[in-house]
């Protein structure tokens, strides 16, 4: 397992920015694909973006495509969602999470940082 923290949600208006951080601990963090998953009031969790251990590859979300944008500094053990043209919809508890193989389930999540999207 890995231990992940994330920081940098908050309140911000329609329009606007975030850089969500997630630093993760324990083991090697290059042997992980990490993902970045949101949760609504009242809605299911869902997938936002994911990364390669490697960085050269990512996905997104439909919703999120051409706004968010995922990356990872091996480095520092950390990945990043930079979010622009931030829309009410946004709204969201974001968590973080690794993984070996692509199985978030079976893999490790940290605690979520909230983002509130004013209109």
């Known amino acids: 397992q890995v231990q992940l923290v994330e920081s940098g949600g908050g309140l911000v208006q329609a329009g606007g920015s975030l850089r969500l951080s997630c630093a993760a601990s324990?083991?090697?963090?290059?042997?992980?694909?990490m993902g970045w998953f949101r949760e609504a009031p009242g809605k299911e969790r869902e997938y936002v973006a994911a990364?390669?251990?490697?960085?050269?590859?990512?996905s997104y979300a439909d919703s999120v495509k051409g706004r968010f944008t995922i990356s990872r500094d091996n480095a520092k053990n950390t990945v990043y969602l930079q979010m622009n043209n931030l829309k009410p919809e946004d709204t969201a508890i974001y968590y973080c999470?690794?993984?070996?193989?692509?199985?978030?389930?079976?893999?490790?999540w940290g605690q979520g940082t909230q983002v509130i999207v004013s209109s």
């Open positions: 999470a690794a993984s070996e193989d692509g199985d978030y389930d079976r893999g490790s």
């Open positions: 324990g083991r090697t963090f290059s042997n992980f694909v």
């Open positions: 990364i390669t251990w490697s960085g050269s590859s990512t």
